[in-house]
């Protein structure tokens, strides 16, 4: 990555705009999500009834959409978000989540997926499932590696021009032509609620201050949560102190900070 798209510059940009990010997420969520995008230092809204999506997509910086808590009136808002998104020329970014669990799932993702996000992230049993291929995962569970989920990522978006995340131990983000993988991050967070889910609309906040660099917003994304998990692992004595500490490392770390303690590499 280039200086003035290093992860750390492009923290300090988008601090700077305090994007405004359309979520769509699930129940479980919502909450820790906001608290997120708040403590990162972009503006969340918590928008899904069709009535109103498409409009509030147009104004927003980026959408993002995770099909957690899945249900038929949820999925009107999400097709109104999106089309008010593409038709405002707003990025979006797509979390199928456990979308191989159900026939409806499947279908909904597929569906949505067929809408061309900018964006894609999942955990590698879900990008495995997406790709058509069969993977091991268990609800929201991944069962299988992010190596494992490479190729399927790199095929989805190819296929779909979309850049791709697969996130676990250590991160595998493409646009089916260049990589990155982003290391860092700790054990506890799979162990808290909504942290991938949160995540997706982290990317989304970057994504919105740099539309034209999806891969780079992206990556620079996954460095940001890997430093912030890293620096509040150092203090937690489990989960549940993990969980605030990590919001104020996400507040307390600063773009040279950023820089100087991602491990990004090209894949």
């Known amino acids: 990555m280039t200086d003035d798209l290093s992860p750390g510059t492009m923290l300090t940009a988008m601090r700077r705009e305090t994007p405004l990010v359309h979520c769509i997420t699930n129940f479980v969520a919502m909450n820790v999500a906001a608290n997120v995008l708040l403590a990162a230092g972009a503006s969340p809204a918590m928008i899904h009834a069709e009535a109103e999506a498409g409009e509030f997509a147009a104004i927003a910086g980026a959408l993002t959409i995770n099909i957690g808590t899945l ?21 979006w970014v797509l979390d199928p989540v456990a979308h191989h669990a159900t026939a409806y799932r499947r279908k909904a993702a597929l569906d949505l997926l067929g809408l061309s996000p900018n964006i894609v992230r999942g955990n590698a049993s879900e ?29 989805i978006a190819r296929m779909h021009g979309a850049v ?7 991160d595998f983000v493409t646009d089916g032509e260049r990589a990155y993988r982003v290391e860092g991050g700790s054990p506890f967070m799979p162990q808290v609620t ?5 995540l997706t609309c ?10 034209r660099n999806p891969l780079e917003a992206t990556t620079a994304a996954l460095a940001h949560f890997a430093v912030a998990g890293e620096k ?17 490392a996400l507040a307390a770390v600063d773009g040279d900070a950023l820089d100087a303690g991602s491990r990004v590499a090209a894949a």
Not at 239 to 246: D, K, M, N, Q, V
């Open 232 to 248: 509040a692992a150092r203090d937690a004595a489990g989960p549940g102190s993990f969980g605030w500490r990590f919001l104020d």
């Open 71 to 91: 249900s038929p009136v949820w999925l009107q808002g999400m097709h109104a978000a999106v089309d008010g998104a593409r038709q405002a020329g707003r990025p």
């Open 164 to 170: 791709v995340a697969v996130t676990g131990a250590v």
């Open 202 to 211: 982290l990317v989304g906040a970057f994504a919105a201050a740099f539309p």
């Open 194 to 198: 909504a942290l991938g889910c949160s």
């Open 127 to 155: 990008i495995i499932a997406l790709s058509g291929a069969t993977g091991h995962g268990r609800g929201v569970d991944s069962r299988d590696t992010v190596t494992a989920a490479e190729d399927a990522a790199r095929s």
